[in-house]
């Protein structure tokens, strides 16, 4: 157990709709991450935010977007699905988000879109 | 730009037997690299990581890596495959020199490792 924590496990939905997939992270950690694994795509960065700050910006859709929260926890929002959307979505943790620093992942949100 | 190039993207081995996954990495600087592992199903496990400290990393399982700068390599290894070694592994790299320092992961495309009874 990593100590990151991602709810839901799971989430199907419908083309359009929108969705938040939440994400806690260890105790202590200021930095979360988002990454989104896929078949065609593998595993790729979307999004970091460092104690309520963005901090850097990968791969992520305008359709997408997210927040950390002053109890640090974060949000990622995506919105207006499509097919293509469905994946595994992570979330990771670090001490002080820089380039020596050790992410710890959670478990992922699978996502399905119909 | 940096990447992260893993060489094969299957490897199959027998209960016992030594295990290679090959990493090739390209980086401006002298990187931070990872090698993560993802069992059916599950998050992503930190196997180990080189940080410039040593050239040899032991990680977790008896999993071991070794930083060569003069091939751009860091192949994971483990003397004696164990059927709970199935999994998919993952070589990633981080930039700490970059100009922002955001730890941002590249990872490799995956090995898909089988161990045969």
């Known amino acids: 157990d990593s100590g990151v924590t991602q709810t839901p496990k799971h989430l199907i939905t419908a083309t359009g709709q929108r969705v938040t997939l939440r994400c806690s992270p260890r105790?202590?950690?200021?930095?979360v991450y988002w990454y989104q694994q896929s078949l065609d795509q593998g595993l790729q960065f979307l999004i970091q935010?460092?104690?309520?700050?963005?901090?850097a910006k990968g791969n992520i859709l305008e359709r997408f977007s997210a927040q950390q929260f002053p109890d640090l926890h974060s949000e990622l929002n995506l919105s207006s699905l499509e097919l293509g959307d469905s994946a595994l979505y992570f979330c990771?943790?670090?001490?002080?988000?820089?380039?020596?620093?050790?992410?710890?992942f959670g478990p992922g949100t699978r996502l399905t879109v119909l | 730009a940096q990447s992260v190039t893993q060489l094969d993207s299957h490897v199959s081995v027998s209960e016992g037997t030594p295990v290679l996954l090959r990493c090739n990495y390209s980086?401006?600087?002298?990187?931070?690299l990872f090698w993560y592992v993802q069992h059916p199903n599950k998050g992503l496990q930190l196997l180990l990581k080189?940080?410039?400290?040593?050239?040899l990393v032991k990680g977790i399982n008896g999993f071991e890596a070794e930083f060569k700068k003069s091939e751009t390599s860091f192949h994971l290894t483990k003397p004696s495959a164990h059927m709970s070694d199935a999994a998919e592994y993952f070589c990633?790299?981080?930039?700490?020199?970059?100009?922002?320092?955001?730890?941002?992961?590249?990872f490799g495309q995956g090995t898909t490792l089988q161990v045969k009874p």
């Open positions: 105790s202590g950690d200021l930095s």
């Open positions: 990771a943790s670090s001490v002080v988000g820089g380039g020596w620093d050790t992410q710890y």
């Open positions: 935010y460092y104690n309520g700050e963005e901090r």
């Open positions: 980086s401006s600087y002298s990187p931070s």
């Open positions: 080189y940080t410039s400290a040593a050239t």
């Open positions: 990633v790299v981080s930039d700490p020199y970059g100009s922002s320092n955001t730890g941002k992961l590249i």
